[in-house]
């Protein structure tokens, strides 16, 4: 099978893996040169760190899978070599203004019988699958991060994605070693619908003073057997994935839980993404040993605390 890749960024990097470690053709596009420049190297180190931890010892696993990942700088190229693949897959921004816009440009140009997945956490399917011009061929396939260590993913029909493409997407799914489930087309599907305003409302408690990120993520960890708390979890998604994702589950739902707390805000401003940038909820200096960061500065109370002082 082959698969084109709009997006190298943290999933985008975590679907090539997958795709090439499963013994999938892979071609790669990102509209930042530095980020394309740097996908084959961290490909290749996440797929060693899956042969260690799924102890796979073919000394050419890795060799193997990174020789299936072409990248290419330039646009047309990537169309040119999209034409032969199979499945085209988008895996940037959060931002459906974005999405449809570049697919509108893209997909018109592919053959017709590509078949269109999108890795979006939270956005609705139709209007990427109308932008597209492919409805019945346009259906979501949200992995989870790090894609190669969690099976999960999402599969999501639009309103005309024909019964085919739902196979086709979870039989592939299967033989890739995924472990497809299907989810409804509602801001945030199942996992972001209940997970993300859990984390939101974690960093509003932080903000008011209630919760401390070690304590949180060591309540949740241990009492309801999360492998990293909310707070870890943040890190890992990056502060400016987690706002756009916030902004448009908002938009989408008129929620005013969805809506980014103001310390999200501060951290996206301050440049404090998480285990990416080095800081986040967390110091990443020691990526092995990530140590909670005194938050006082973002600490504000809560409207009542305030009240009362003015007593
Ligand atoms: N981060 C997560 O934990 C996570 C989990 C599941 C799903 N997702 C979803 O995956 C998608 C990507 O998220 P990410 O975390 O990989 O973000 P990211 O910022 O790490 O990567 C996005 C990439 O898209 C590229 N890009 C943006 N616009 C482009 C364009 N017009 N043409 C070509 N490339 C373009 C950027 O240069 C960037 O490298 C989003 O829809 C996000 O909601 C993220």
């Keep these: 099978m082959k698969f084109a890749i709009i997006g190298t960024g943290i999933m985008g990097r975590g679907w090539i893996t997958q795709c090439s470690m499963t013994g999938h053709e892979v071609h790669c596009y990102d509209g930042n040169n530095e980020i394309l420049a740097g996908t084959i190297a961290a490909s290749e180190k996440l797929t060693g760190k899956v042969a260690k931890k799924f102890k796979i010892d073919d000394p050419d696993f890795v060799s193997n899978a990174v020789k299936n990942i072409t990248t290419y700088e330039d646009k047309g190229s990537f169309i040119e070599a999209a034409k032969g693949c199979d499945v085209f897959l988008e895996v940037i921004f959060e931002d459906l203004k974005l999405k449809c816009t570049v697919l509108s440009e893209l997909l018109p140009q592919l053959p017709a019988n590509v078949v269109f997945w999108s890795n979006t956490s939270s956005l609705d399917i139709n209007p990427m699958a109308e932008a597209g011009g492919r409805p019945d061929l346009s259906i979501i396939t949200h992995g989870m991060n790090p894609v190669p260590m969690m099976p999960g993913v999402e599969v999501v029909p ?21 472990a497809p489930f299907l989810a409804p087309n509602i801001p945030g599907f199942w996992v972001n619908r209940l997970l993300v305003p859990q984390m939101l409302d974690a960093v509003r408690l932080l903000e008011q003073g209630k919760i401390h990120v070690e304590d949180g993520d060591i309540g949740l960890n241990t009492s309801l057997g999360h492998p990293q708390g909310t707070f870890k979890l943040h890190d890992f998604v990056t502060a400016p994935t987690m706002l756009r994702v916030a902004l448009q589950m908002y938009q989408a739902s008129n929620d005013p839980r969805m809506y980014p707390p103001l310390t999200l805000m501060r951290m996206v401003k301050n440049g404090e993404y998480g285990a990416s940038s080095g800081k986040g909820f967390y110091d990443w200096s020691d990526p092995r040993s990530p140590k909670a960061r005194d938050l006082s500065q973002y600490v504000i109370g809560s409207a009542e605390d305030m009240t009362d002082s003015l007593k």
């Design 158 to 178: 639009g309103a005309k994605t024909n019964a085919e493409t739902v196979e086709f997407t979870r039989q592939t799914l299967l033989d890739m070693k995924k």
